[in-house]
């Protein structure tokens, strides 16, 4: 079993930044995908950059060149280094986690931490 924690959430306003943290505990040396997702009100829920344990990264567009996803395997965290907020990066961001090499499978969560961007 993996425990996820996330936090660094928090209010910001347009073009400043916030550092997301998610905490991983139990079996995380099994996990071989690590990434964060976002949902905002009335929208699908949005994968936004994932890492695996070769140190790739792929971000999504909206995101590209102002977040960054960074894994220190020392303190079993992951980070979201988020620059140049925008409005529409308002949502609630979840840490996730996908033991299966080569699968779009993603079964351990965490709780999820606000993220507000008032312009």
């Known amino acids: 079993q993996v425990q996820l924690v996330e936090s660094g959430g928090g209010s910001v306003q347009a073009g400043g930044s916030l550092r997301l943290s998610c905490a991983a505990s139990g079996y995380w040396y099994s996990l071989y995908y690590m990434g964060w997702f976002r949902q905002a009100p009335g929208k699908e829920r949005e994968r936004v950059a994932v890492?695996?344990?070769?140190?790739?990264?792929t971000y999504a567009d909206s995101v590209k060149g102002r977040f960054t996803i960074s894994q220190d395997y020392v303190k079993n965290t992951l980070y979201l280094q988020m620059n140049s907020l925008k409005p529409e990066d308002t949502a609630m961001y979840y840490c996730a986690a996908n033991p299966t090499i080569g699968a779009d499978y993603w079964p351990y969560w965490g709780q999820g931490t606000q993220v507000t961007v008032s312009s």
């Open positions: 890492v695996n344990t070769d140190g790739e990264t």
